[in-house]
């Protein structure tokens, strides 16, 4: 499988379970989970610019092809594979995916590596609410939820167990954690009824930005989806490159 350029392979074991995890900068860690259809040449660019950013990125392998472009069809074909996978639950408001128990573990391990304050995971699309999940039995402080589409059909699911959504709020409360939710207007995938009940759920300790799809790149595909990849324009002044630049000062004020 290939390694994309900047980071290094390792292999991390937990519950059992053994899997790559591509590792890359140095500072607090942040877990960053790839969105459908897997660690795409972009999903890999924004892992490079966080790690830059002064963090320790872990980037586990979770589906797809490392490094193969994004297509359609290929999108397609991974959809319907891990719609019938036994670690995703794609239709479960309310529990998470067994894959986060997994996630959990890792984050544990990278808090444990690096130290500090504690740890923050970015997911995206498809495992953008696993990080909400893994604020339960870990020290995850800065938890980013960019376009989650999780669960299917279910406008104001959270796809997170009512124990998991618990302990974001003594994360919240106890420890000073916060919620940072990105998507576009319109986006058919992840709803605005799912940030409102995102607000609802935790009140003034969820931030959201939602941008215009005007703002995405246009050569990205349709409809306007993958803020930090896809459909980021990583240029001075554009919308989507300023919510980049807060998922990063997010992060640093979090577990800096």
């Known amino acids: 499988m290939a390694t994309p350029d900047g980071f290094e392979s390792t292999i991390s074991t937990h519950l059992g379970q053994s899997r790559e995890v591509f590792r890359a900068g140095s500072g607090p860690a942040v877990i960053i989970m790839s969105e459908i259809p897997g660690i795409t040449p972009q999903v890999a660019y924004f892992a490079r610019r966080v790690a830059e950013s002064g963090f320790s990125v872990y980037m586990p392998y979770l589906f797809g092809e490392t490094m193969r472009p994004f297509s359609k069809?290929?999108?397609?074909?991974?959809?319907?594979?891990?719609?019938?996978?036994?670690?995703?639950?794609?239709?479960?408001?309310h529990r998470s995916s067994?894959?986060?128990?997994?996630?959990?573990?890792l984050a544990n391990q990278a808090h444990a590596e690096q130290g500090g304050?504690?740890?923050?995971?970015?997911?995206?699309?498809?495992?953008?609410?696993f990080a909400l999940?893994?604020?339960l039995g870990t020290k995850l402080l800065a938890p980013v939820l960019s376009q989650p589409s999780l669960p299917i059909f279910r406008k104001t699911g959270l796809h997170a167990s009512n124990e998991e959504i618990?302990?974001?709020?003594?994360?919240?409360?106890?420890?000073?954690?916060?919620?940072?939710?990105?998507r576009f207007r319109d986006d058919?995938?992840?709803?605005?009824?799912?940030?409102?009940?995102l607000r609802e759920t935790f009140g003034a300790a969820f931030e959201s930005i939602?941008?215009?799809?005007?703002?995405?790149?246009?050569?990205?595909?349709?409809?306007?989806?993958s803020v930090l990849t896809n459909h980021l324009i990583d240029e001075a002044g554009q919308p989507t490159r300023e919510a980049l630049d807060r998922v990063?000062?997010?992060?640093?004020?979090?577990?800096?």
């Open 117 to 129: 304050k504690g740890v923050g995971a970015i997911g995206m699309c498809f495992t953008g609410n």
């Open 98 to 105: 067994p894959i986060v128990d997994w996630l959990r573990a």
């Open 133 to 135: 999940g893994m604020m």
């Open 188 to 197: 058919p995938l992840c709803p605005a009824e799912r940030f409102q009940r």
């Open 210 to 225: 939602e941008l215009d799809p005007a703002s995405a790149n246009p050569a990205g595909p349709k409809p306007a989806h």
């Open 166 to 182: 618990a302990a974001a709020k003594e994360r919240i409360e106890v420890d000073g954690a916060r919620i940072l939710g990105l």
């Open 248 to 256: 990063l000062a997010f992060l640093a004020e979090q577990l800096k």
């Open 73 to 93: 069809p290929y999108v397609r074909s991974i959809i319907l594979k891990n719609c019938i996978s036994r670690e995703f639950r794609v239709l479960a408001a």
